[in-house]
């Protein structure tokens, strides 16, 4: 190792981002991008503030974005945290509310990110189990753990935890930090958001990236007690006092304000996702319950290896994790009706030679 | 404490940002932003961004951005490294380069986030003094540390070190980390960035946010030689993949090409601080020799304290630190010749009460 490097980065394997391909010519369906664009008052709004105060610093406290989030879930600006993306919210929760001289626990089977985190800032974690049907088993997080996260719905399953686990996880462990990670909630699962009012051991936490278009914006946000969010706030005052540019709060401000093209995209997601569901049984793949814009599906007779190399032949990129437990199964984004049509089509004929 | 705060929580003392007033009506010197907007190419490079692209992740490693700023400075993408800031890169690189076992150094008067950064990641350090005239004495690095951190030209006095100092301390001192920070460099001082292919122990931080009139949109960059990047590339890939938005990537890219309009504004700027320092100065004030886009000024009979608050009921912000040693400063961004001259006349105005 480089002599000038940390001591911190000898035990660090980062986190893999899913490919970028800078030739537009792939059907793109690895990394949970939404299809459809974002909404035209979020690019008007963009257009508007790109202009000469571009020379002076956002807003550093977020709060016009923050009150029109808390507008939404019903919720106090100071019950809201904004951040560079969720992934960015999610590590400064890592070292707001723990540290090495505590242990926390998440899924095995997660968001891949969780144990980065925790080896980045030395937070002892345990990763627990799924059951076998890939169902979180809530009894799983009964140990002696400081805080506990998982995403809801799972990543890369889909698979949503019902609300009333949710609550009674929450409700049974007054003295466990529960961080329940959204990114794909408004794709049919049930938001822990209603629930922040009364615990005061609840983070939720979502994003901009998937259900509103702006993965290119980079927005996420936590919903929380104002204790908890004034902990975020000083981990981000001690970090990077201005994350969030002056575009992406008036691009995010646009976006939470338009609920009729939010829900007119995301219905439509949801929709195309229970056709390709159909579509991949229909093929003979096992396909999980999703409540997220993918699905992860599995073919009894085909390595999931050799399916995703001959969809990247034919210009479709899906992902798939080489790891254990999940390795005979594909991660795949919902598209467009006529991007899912091409891969049902191409997966025929993969599946026909 | 909140029983789910971090035990790390309990030691910091957040950065405070300057003022970001709400309402219009201030003459704002007081966050050293640039008084001219960004290049009109910005403006059109960011209007061009803002469309349905948006709905995709951004290139996670700033491949044309990194490419515009290696070809500025003759370095190769590969010693380049770009965050959400130079505040972003700088926290990064206390994560990538120092931890808990090692001591660092930077001196006493200077950027006051380098011991906010230090005491969010236990990161034990000295803050050595300055001269008595406010200069650094390289000398006080001697010690066993394992890096050094200091802003060239130093915030808030202004001061730079002349870069044959620079050069003689990295490399008397092959075993250190050196990083310069370089966020007011462009407005009179000697970069390091230089320097950057000789030595492998000296990494140079800088921003779009003053020079290139871009506080808004969030970009920050530093220079180093590849091992040095790969520290700050596994620690960014440690804490959030997608640090740099699609817009902010456009936007740098056009800035960083505008070298006309970067030498206009930035000679303005020059010449304006050199007109308002002789105009201090005809008041009675002492004022340090300021390379950066800022003044660091003291009245030997007024207190500064006295002279902020009365500076603000005349509707103008210029940033006052209650701290030992720069208790009787001001420091006053400079703005346009007809800001600083409103300045100028308050202050004569204040100094006849």
Redesign the interface.
């Given at each position: 190792m480089?002599?000038?490097?940390?001591?911190?980065?000898q035990h660090?394997v980062?986190?893999?981002?899913g490919e970028?391909p800078?030739d537009g010519a792939y059907i793109?369906l690895n990394?949970n991008?939404?299809?459809?664009?974002?909404s035209p008052a979020?690019?008007a709004a963009?257009?508007a503030a790109?202009?000469?105060?571009?020379?002076?610093?956002?807003?550093?406290e977020c709060?016009a974005l923050r009150g029109a989030i808390a507008e939404y879930y019903g919720l106090a600006p100071q019950q809201i945290f904004v951040g560079?993306?969720s992934?960015?919210v999610l590590?400064m929760a890592f070292?707001?509310?723990?540290?090495p001289?505590?242990r926390i626990a998440f899924p095995a089977i997660s968001y891949s990110f969780y144990p980065?985190?925790a080896?980045?800032f030395a937070i002892p974690y345990d990763a627990v189990p799924l059951r076998e049907d890939y169902t979180l088993n809530v009894h799983a997080f009964d140990g002696a753990y400081k805080g506990i996260i998982f995403a809801n719905p799972n990543a890369p399953t889909g698979m949503a935890l019902p609300l009333v686990q949710v609550e009674s996880l929450v409700a049974e462990h007054p003295?466990k930090?529960v961080i329940v990670d959204e990114a794909y909630v408004d794709f049919g699962a049930e938001s822990a958001a209603g629930l922040v009012a009364r615990y005061?051991?609840l983070l939720v936490v979502q994003t901009f990236?998937k259900s509103r278009?702006?993965?290119?914006?980079?927005i996420g946000f936590a919903l929380g007690q104002a204790?908890?969010i004034?902990?975020l706030?000083?981990?981000?005052?001690?970090?990077?006092?201005?994350?969030v540019?002056?575009?992406?709060q008036a691009?995010a401000i646009a976006a939470i304000k338009d609920c009729t093209y939010f829900e007119q995209t995301r219905n439509r997601i949801m929709e195309t996702r229970e056709r390709t569901a159909d579509g991949l049984k229909a093929l003979g793949f096992t396909v999980l319950p999703s409540k997220a814009n993918f699905v992860f599906a599995s073919h009894p007779q085909r390595s999931a290896a050799a399916l995703f190399t001959a969809l990247r032949q034919r210009k479709i990129l899906v992902r798939y994790f080489d790891k254990p437990g999940i390795d005979q199964f594909l991660r795949i984004t919902i598209g467009t009706d006529d991007e899912m049509e091409a891969l049902l089509g191409a997966l025929q004929e993969i599946l026909q030679n």
């Open positions: 480089n002599p000038y490097w940390s001591k911190r980065l660090i980062p986190y893999v981002p970028q800078k793109k990394t991008e939404n299809p459809y664009p974002p979020v690019l963009i257009t790109a202009g000469t105060q571009l020379r002076l610093y956002p807003e550093p709060d560079n993306g992934d960015e590590a070292l707001a509310f723990f540290s001289e505590d980065v985190y080896d980045l003295e930090l005061p051991n990236s278009s702006l993965a290119g914006l980079r204790s908890l004034q902990a706030d000083a981990v981000k005052n001690s970090f990077n006092s201005y994350t540019d002056r575009l992406a691009g």
